[in-house]
């Protein structure tokens, strides 16, 4: 690829729509999933984003806009892990990770079910799941940007005592701080930033954008500042170069942007034990 | 209904299926790897992506991309078990490689990507012959032995670890025999109820088991127990409404069961959580 080739690629409004989305995307992602990824809810996070598919089964089946489909199911998974996730006040692993896997295959299931009494064909769950940059329009990403600004603002108001309840639950409960509604609050935001992100990118980009830059970065440093900004440069170089490549290669974006991914967090991991300590 | 062929085959195949999920899903609750199994799940997708790109069984890809997975966890995780976030990149990247060979494979000059994409993601247990029937009959039950022969050392292992350790108990070998069990499972189980639903089988009966009773063994049971009456209440169910998938009612009955065990104990008010299950004694291993 060469100067003059890049220099096509940006005379396409597509290519453009779908870089700037594909940055909207990354900044959102990054910062949702540092927290996340503090929260050791990576789980939680994938079955939020797989939610998105019956979302959309269920908005097609009944008629309805697919925003419709995507916001309702992405909020009842959170508020239904959140619910189940607890016993006798206190977070617990095993039984949480059962219910979170539980609420998944139901989804799923349900999904599947709503796409075979629809009819559909197939063709439309891939690029659900797999993502399309192509056709981004430009109102999508203004959408985008609305609900990224949304999502920042909830982490501007509370991303501190978060914070707080993230690393030390007990402390933060003992010191006021409504560790429950915090975690039931952090769920839905989550959920509502796959569902916004996963009917414009696909769900697997989005979750390769939520959990890698973040690992990475937390890797490499413990500074908190340092090390939200570093998951957001991770995340917009993966988003960006992905784009490029998918643009002058042969394979899907998902394929791209999952393998620089998963390269990064490999480079970050080897990292870690070059630093000092 | 049982004089269809297809309906023998599909109990033949899925009783030993369900009885091994259900029990190697109890271990996988009480060790927190729910996660672990849904990445192994996701990789079956990829497996039998790439063997179908490469023109080769979907199986033979089943087996070998599982497998592998599974000992790559359990190796990344070494005497620990594997945190989710590194389960969380892995298996996205696998996803990836799913989407890479699907489009390899839908270049090639094979038809109908569509339907070996479906059948994988959602099963098709109304589907198999008599041949794959008996073979994923003979794997579970080989499943099953197994994990029967290393249940009372892995349970140490699990509830106790450094315990079993200073026992002479090999944490770590177990911890990876258990992995490619659960792989071997996730393999079979995807020709049955798909990758996307098979987690369904290992979580929901098993949780709802963890759900009821702090006794190991019946619980073992009790989680085998549900899900082989998922798999037959959802084959007859999906047998009656013939627009149901059977992969949904299977599904439909398991989390069902699953609910209910949330319920039954708040109304019978006595609380039969298990003391060592409340306590977070899996976050400080």
Redesign the interface.
């Known amino acids: 690829m060469s100067f003059s080739g890049l220099h096509q690629m940006l005379a396409y409004p597509f290519m453009v729509h779908a870089l700037a989305a594909g940055a909207i995307v990354a900044v959102m992602a990054s910062i949702t999933g540092w927290f996340m990824?503090l929260r050791?809810e990576?789980?939680a996070?994938?079955t939020l984003s797989?939610m998105s598919f019956p979302g959309a089964s269920a908005a097609l089946l009944a008629g309805v806009p697919l925003a419709a489909g995507y916001f309702g199911f992405c909020a009842l998974g959170a508020l239904l892990i959140a619910a189940?996730s607890r016993?006798?006040g206190?977070?617990?692993?095993?039984?949480?990770?059962?219910?979170?896997?539980?609420v998944?295959?139901?989804a799923?299931?349900?999904g599947?079910?709503f796409l075979?009494?629809y009819g559909g064909?197939?063709?439309d769950?891939?690029s659900l799941l797999?993502g399309s940059f192509l056709g981004i329009t430009a109102d999508q990403v203004w959408t985008l940007a609305a609900i990224t600004v949304g999502v920042l603002a909830f982490f501007a108001i509370a991303g501190r005592p978060l914070l707080y309840t993230s690393v030390d639950e007990l402390a933060a409960s003992a010191r006021g701080v409504r560790v429950r509604v915090l975690q039931v609050a952090f769920l839905v935001v989550l959920g509502l930033a796959v569902a916004a992100t996963a009917q414009i990118t696909g769900v697997?980009l989005v979750?390769?954008l939520l959990?890698?830059p973040a690992?990475g970065a937390q890797q490499l440093t413990a500074r908190i500042p340092l090390s939200i900004a570093l998951s957001v440069l991770f995340a917009l170089a993966i988003v960006w170069i992905g784009l490029t490549l998918a643009y002058f290669g042969?394979?899907?974006v998902?394929?791209?942007?999952?393998?620089l991914?998963?390269a990064l967090?490999v480079v970050c991991r080897g990292g870690r034990k070059l630093l000092p300590a | 209904m049982f004089a269809h062929e297809f309906i023998r085959n599909a109990l033949l195949a899925g009783t030993p299926i369900a009885v091994a999920s259900g029990a190697i899903g109890y271990f996988v609750v009480l060790r927190s790897q729910v996660f672990a199994a849904d990445a192994l799940s996701h990789v079956a997708f990829t497996g039998a992506l790439a063997a179908a790109a490469a023109g080769i069984d979907l199986r033979v890809g089943l087996f070998a991309a599982t497998i592998f997975v599974a000992a790559l966890l359990a190796a990344l995780g070494g005497r620990a078990r594997v945190d989710d976030v590194t389960i969380g990149v892995v298996f996205v990247w696998v996803l990836g490689l799913g989407v890479l060979f699907l489009d390899i494979f839908s270049r090639g000059s094979h038809g109908g990507n569509g339907i070996v994409a479906s059948r994988t993601l959602f099963g098709s247990i109304f589907g198999l012959g008599p041949r794959q029937a008996w073979l994923a009959a003979a794997i579970g039950v080989a499943v099953i032995a197994a994990l029967l022969l290393i249940a009372r050392p892995l349970l140490f292992a699990t509830v106790d670890p450094q315990m079993a350790a200073a026992r002479g108990v090999r944490v770590t070998l177990l911890g990876f025999l258990f992995l490619v069990l659960l792989g071997i499972d996730a393999a079979e189980a995807t020709q049955a109820v798909g990758a996307l639903l098979l987690l369904g089988l290992i979580a929901a009966p098993a949780g709802a088991a963890h759900k009821l009773t702090a006794r190991p063994y019946f619980g073992l049971a009790l989680s085998s127990l549900f899900a082989v009456a998922s798999v037959w209440l959802g084959i007859v169910a999906a047998y009656v409404i013939p627009s149901l998938p059977p992969s949904t009612a299977i599904l439909g009955v398991a989390s069902s069961i699953y609910a209910a065990a949330f319920v039954i104990p708040l109304v019978s008010r006595q609380s039969p959580q298990a003391p060592w299950s409340t306590t977070s004694w899996s976050e400080t291993s």
């Not at chain 1, 998902?254 to 393998?259: E, I, M």
């Open positions: 990824v050791r990576t789980f996070g994938h797989a189940g016993t006798a206190r977070r617990n692993p095993s039984q949480e990770s059962a219910v979170i896997g539980a998944q295959a139901a799923l299931a349900l599947f079910l075979s009494l064909v197939l063709v769950l891939e797999f697997l979750f390769a959990v890698a690992a042969n394979y899907s998902g394929f791209y942007v999952s393998t991914a998963f967090y």
